[in-house]
Every structure is written in C-alpha cells, then in structure tokens.
C-alpha cells in the first residue's frame, strides 16, 4: 500500500497518527471515539483504523467503558526522552547552580501535572530537594505556574479541573481566580515564584522555555533566607538566558 504524502513533505498516516495521540492527550489522557471525531477532520472510518493499530501495537488501551486512552508503551518512549531533555539542559542548570548556588530544576508537563526531569543541587547543606521523576501540581510550583503561564485560561481550567487544586501549605493558591490572576502577572512579568506555596520557608523563582516541543520551565529554589529580593536581581536574567539557550538547543537538534 503506497502512502499519500502529506502537505509538509511528511506521511499523511504518520501525522494522522500523531494527531490522535496529542488529541488524546489534550483531553487529559482519555476520550470516546465520538469526541475524536468532533475534534479533527478525519473522517470516522479513517479514525477507528488508526485506533485499532495503536491499540494493537500498545500505544493506545480501550477501556471497558470504550473509551480510547493513552497506552503503556508511550510511558517507555516518554521517559527516554525526558532524559534526553534532561541531558541537555543539565549543562545550563549547572551554570545557574555556579552562579546562584542555589538548586536548579527543569520539569515538563505530563498530562495534567508537572514531571521533574533533571536537577543540579546546591552545594549548600540546606537545601531545595526534588527528586528527579517527581510529579507535582502545577498550581502550587515553580515550574507548574511558569508552564500554566503559557497556556491559555479555558486550557488552565481544564488542567486544573481535571488534576484538583491541594493547598499543602497556607501559602498555596485554593481557587481558579486566583490561579488566574496568578497567571496574568506572571505573563506581563515574564516569570513565577512559587513563595512557600508547595513547603513552607522554600521560595523558587522558574521561567517557561520558549518554543520547547513540550511545556518545558526551569527554576532555582531555596530557602527564603538566601532566596530574596536580591537574588532574584540575579537570578532573573540568568534563567532568561539560560531559558533561551535551551530553546536555541533543542530547536537545532529538532
């Protein structure tokens, strides 16, 4: 069977394939064969044909209720890129660690939370700790708000809605207007603090990575002692570049 080309030079079956996923996907990881289609031009038959091939091949599962979610297989794909993405921040987060001496970190967004996967950590005995692989909520961190900052609201809401809205600390944003409101500051200012939000006495300040092929931030955290209004002179402008770097990176190897 010849494939049809499609306009950008690519296979027409393999962008089709990959539309589905990321469809999936948006739709907080599950969806019913009705909504797809209300979601794409694709016709219906032409749907169920790549459905069922993913499903054979383990990258998408139907649920006893016949809903279509993501499959297994993609967790293994998932995690091998993230420590490609990892690995090549790692050098920009060592620069920030050298120049900050505080921890840095840099997370993507995974369905509806915030996965961490890579870090530098501070060579100060007290210090911001967080395990690479760990996920969190995107309301109450660094990062998350920073990644949150991109999107727009009704996408917000729906991360937000799907994933809840835990305050772990007095700190913590409880409501969507106030996330929102959050948000709109963070946009005009251009980066995120996360101020006791996620533990008590810990301040972070993250910035999205523009144009990343996923919701990607980085960040610098430690306790408020050290993290105060004149680090953040300082650390502002080297997660810009910082930022930008990586951008720059992972646009070249794409």
Do not use: W
Not at 51 to 72: F, M
Not at 81 to 94: E, I, V, W
Not at 183 to 200: F, T
């Amino acid at each position: 069977m010849t494939e049809t080309p499609a306009r950008s030079g690519g296979v027409q079956s393999v962008e089709r394939v990959f539309e589905l996923l990321e469809l999936i996907n948006d739709a907080g990881g599950e969806v019913t064969l009705s909504e797809l289609a209300a979601s794409t031009d694709l016709p219906l038959p032409t749907i169920h044909r790549l459905l069922r091939t993913l499903v054979t091949k383990g990258y998408v599962r139907q649920l006893p209720n016949r809903r279509y979610a993501l499959g297994p297989r993609l967790i293994r794909l998932g995690e091998g890129a993230n420590k490609q993405l990892g690995a090549l921040a790692r050098p920009q987060l060592k620069q920030l660690v050298d120049a900050l001496g505080e921890t840095a970190n840099m997370a993507v967004l995974d369905s509806d939370m915030v996965v961490y996967i890579a870090q530098v950590p501070s060579l100060h005995s007290m210090r911001m700790f967080t395990e690479v692989g760990r996920r969190a909520h995107t309301h109450d961190t660094g990062v998350g708000k920073a990644i949150l900052a991109q999107l727009d609201d009704e996408t917000v809401r729906r991360i937000v809605s799907r994933a809840g809205m835990p305050t772990p600390t007095e700190k913590s944003i409880g409501s969507i207007d106030d996330l929102l409101a959050d948000l709109a500051v963070i946009r005009e200012r251009g980066y995120s603090i996360d101020d006791g939000e996620q533990e008590l006495g810990v301040r972070c300040f993250a910035m999205a990575v523009p144009n990343s092929p996923t919701p990607t931030a980085i960040s610098v955290s430690g306790p408020v002692s050290r993290v105060d209004d004149h680090f953040a002179k300082r650390a502002v402008p080297l997660l810009t570049r910082a930022a930008q770097t990586i951008s720059t990176e992972l646009n070249v190897t794409a």
